[in-house]
C-alpha cells in the first residue's frame, strides 16, 4: 500500500514542496497537485519533479475542457519526462461554474468527454500512427468544412519516456464510476468509508471491472483523510481532531449543488445517515453552518480518517486495505508530519 498527500492550491506552495522533500524520505510515496481555478498544476509539477527524486507526483486534478486532448497527453509526457517517468494524469470533469464561468467553455457531456481524452492519449504516447480521432466531444484534425481546410494528422515529436502514463479519473457518481473501473487506472473517490463505500459505488465499480481488459492489471484506489497518531488520542481529544473536518464535510454535504441535486448529500443518504443529509442540508441552506456541522455523524468522521493511538490506525489500515484501497491518502494534522508518516509507514508495513 502506497502513501499520498495532496498539496493544497491556496497558498504557501514552496513552503509545501520542500515538506514533501522530507516527507518523501519518510516513506511518502504519491504527492498530488490540484488546479481548480488557482494557479495550474503543471507548472508546480515541474517544481516538484526538480527537487524530489523518488515520489510519484500527480495532477489532483485538471479537468478536460480548459486543455485540448493533444495538449492533455503533450503536457502529461511533458511531466513524465522531466520527473524520469513519475508523473500520474489525474483528471476530471471539474463543474460549469469554473468551466463555463471561468474558461468560457460549454459543459457538455463530462463523462463521454474524459473517456474521450483517456483514449486520445494513449494514442499520442503510443505513437504507433499519426493522431486521428474524430469523437463525439472534439474532432482532431478538425472535419471538412470546418476550419480552414488545412489540418492534417500528426505524431508526437518526441518519444515519450513512458508509452502507458498511468491515468486517475476522479469520478463521482453512477455511469462515471463504472467507466472509470473499466478504462482508467485508478480511481480518486471522495468521502470513502471502507465498510460503507459498496452502499454508494459498489454496483457500478463491479459492472465496471466486469468489462476491464485484464491487460490493464487492477485498479488502483487512493481513499483516506486526516492523519493524527498518539497514544493519547482516544475519547474526547480524537473527537477534537475528528471535528476539524465537520465544517468542510457539511459544506459539501449542504452547501454543494441545490436540494435534489447535490451528490455528496446523496452519499450521506447511501451511507444510512438519511436524517443527518436532510438536517444537514436544511440547516446549511439556511445559513446556520456550525449547526450543520454539527449535525454531521461522528461515526463518519471516525471511520474515514485516520485519528488515534498506532494500534487503532492499524487495524483501520486493514479496514482501508481490505476495501481495495491501495493508496492511502492523508493529511497529516499537528506540528511534526514528517514523524506522522514515518510512524504511518511502519504501521502500513506491518500490516
Same mark, same amino acid.
Given at each position: 500500500?502506497?502513501?499520498?498527500?495532496?498539496?493544497?492550491?491556496?497558498?504557501?506552495?514552496?513552503?509545501?514542496?520542500?515538506?514533501?522533500?522530507?516527507?518523501?524520505?519518510?516513506?511518502?510515496?504519491?504527492?498530488?497537485?490540484?488546479?481548480?481555478?488557482?494557479?495550474?498544476?503543471?507548472?508546480?509539477?515541474?517544481?516538484?519533479?526538480?527537487?524530489?527524486?523518488?515520489?510519484?507526483?500527480?495532477?489532483?486534478?485538471?479537468?478536460?475542457?480548459?486543455?485540448?486532448?493533444?495538449?492533455? +497527453?503533450?503536457?502529461? #509526457? @511533458?511531466?513524465?519526462?522531466?520527473?524520469?517517468? *513519475?508523473?500520474? &494524469?489525474? /483528471?476530471? !470533469?471539474? =463543474?460549469?461554474?469554473?468551466?463555463?464561468?471561468?474558461?468560457?467553455?460549454?459543459?457538455?457531456?463530462?463523462?463521454?468527454?474524459?473517456?474521450?481524452?483517456?483514449?486520445?492519449?494513449?494514442?499520442?504516447?503510443?505513437?504507433?500512427?499519426?493522431?486521428?480521432?474524430?469523437?463525439?466531444?472534439?474532432?482532431?484534425?478538425?472535419?471538412?468544412?470546418?476550419?480552414?481546410?488545412?489540418?492534417?494528422?500528426?505524431?508526437?515529436?518526441?518519444?515519450?519516456?513512458?508509452?502507458?502514463?498511468?491515468?486517475?479519473?476522479?469520478?463521482?457518481?453512477?455511469?462515471?464510476?463504472?467507466?472509470?473501473?473499466?478504462?482508467?487506472?485508478?480511481?480518486?473517490?471522495?468521502?470513502?468509508?471502507?465498510?460503507?463505500?459498496?452502499?454508494?459505488?459498489? +454496483?457500478?465499480?463491479? #459492472? @465496471?471491472?466486469?468489462?476491464?481488459?485484464?491487460? *490493464?492489471?487492477? &485498479?488502483? /484506489?487512493? !481513499?483516506? =483523510?486526516?492523519?493524527?497518531?498518539?497514544?493519547?488520542?482516544?475519547?474526547?481529544?480524537?473527537?477534537?481532531?475528528?471535528?476539524?473536518?465537520?465544517?468542510?464535510?457539511?459544506?459539501?454535504?449542504?452547501?454543494?449543488?441545490?436540494?435534489?441535486?447535490?451528490?455528496?448529500?446523496?452519499?450521506?443518504?447511501?451511507?444510512?445517515?438519511?436524517?443527518?443529509?436532510?438536517?444537514?442540508?436544511?440547516?446549511?441552506?439556511?445559513?446556520?453552518?456550525?449547526?450543520?456541522?454539527?449535525?454531521?455523524?461522528?461515526?463518519?468522521?471516525?471511520?474515514?480518517?485516520?485519528?488515534?493511538?498506532?494500534?487503532?490506525?492499524?487495524?483501520?489500515?486493514?479496514?482501508?486495505?481490505?476495501?481495495?484501497?491501495?493508496?492511502?491518502?492523508?493529511?497529516?494534522?499537528?506540528?511534526? #508530519?514528517?514523524?506522522?508518516?514515518?510512524?504511518?509507514?511502519?504501521?502500513?508495513?506491518?500490516?
Amino acid at each position: 500500500m502506497k502513501l499520498s498527500m495532496g498539496i493544497n492550491y491556496s497558498g504557501g506552495f514552496k513552503e509545501a514542496a520542500q515538506r514533501v522533500v522530507e516527507l518523501e524520505k519518510a516513506g511518502l510515496d504519491q504527492v498530488w497537485v490540484a488546479e481548480a481555478y488557482s494557479f495550474d498544476a503543471i507548472s508546480q509539477i515541474g517544481y516538484l519533479a526538480a527537487i524530489t527524486d523518488r515520489v510519484e507526483i500527480g495532477t489532483g486534478i485538471i479537468n478536460v475542457y480548459s486543455r485540448t486532448a493533444a495538449l492533455t +497527453a503533450m503536457t502529461a #509526457a @511533458g511531466c513524465d519526462y522531466v520527473s524520469d517517468g *513519475r508523473f500520474v &494524469l489525474g /483528471i476530471g !470533469a471539474s =463543474g460549469p461554474q469554473v468551466i463555463e464561468g471561468f474558461h468560457g467553455v460549454k459543459y457538455e457531456k463530462p463523462m463521454q468527454r474524459i473517456k474521450e481524452y483517456i483514449e486520445a492519449c494513449r494514442m499520442i504516447w503510443k505513437r504507433e500512427e499519426k493522431f486521428d480521432y474524430q469523437g463525439q466531444t472534439f474532432q482532431a484534425p478538425l472535419p471538412p468544412g470546418e476550419g480552414t481546410g488545412l489540418g492534417k494528422p500528426l505524431k508526437l515529436i518526441n518519444h515519450p519516456v513512458r508509452s502507458e502514463i498511468p491515468i486517475w479519473w476522479a469520478s463521482l457518481k453512477g455511469l462515471s464510476v463504472t467507466a472509470t473501473a473499466e478504462i482508467a487506472d485508478g480511481w480518486l473517490p471522495i468521502m470513502f468509508i471502507p465498510e460503507k463505500f459498496q452502499n454508494v459505488w459498489g +454496483a457500478q465499480l463491479k #459492472a @465496471g471491472l466486469a468489462k476491464r481488459d485484464p491487460s *490493464r492489471g487492477r &485498479l488502483d /484506489i487512493s !481513499a483516506g =483523510g486526516m492523519l493524527a497518531i498518539g497514544e493519547d488520542l482516544v475519547g474526547d481529544k480524537q473527537k477534537a481532531i475528528l471535528d476539524f473536518a465537520r465544517p468542510h464535510t457539511a459544506l459539501y454535504v449542504g452547501g454543494m449543488g441545490a436540494r435534489g441535486k447535490n451528490f455528496y448529500n446523496d452519499i450521506c443518504r447511501d451511507y444510512g445517515y438519511e436524517q443527518e443529509a436532510v438536517d444537514i442540508q436544511d440547516l446549511y441552506l439556511d445559513g446556520r453552518k456550525d449547526e450543520a456541522a454539527a449535525r454531521v455523524p461522528g461515526e463518519w468522521l471516525e471511520l474515514s480518517n485516520l485519528v488515534g493511538p498506532a494500534s487503532y490506525i492499524k487495524e483501520r489500515v486493514g479496514a482501508f486495505k481490505e476495501a481495495g484501497v491501495t493508496v492511502l491518502s492523508v493529511n497529516p494534522v499537528g506540528p511534526d #508530519a514528517v514523524k506522522q508518516i514515518e510512524v504511518l509507514r511502519a504501521i502500513v508495513d506491518d500490516a
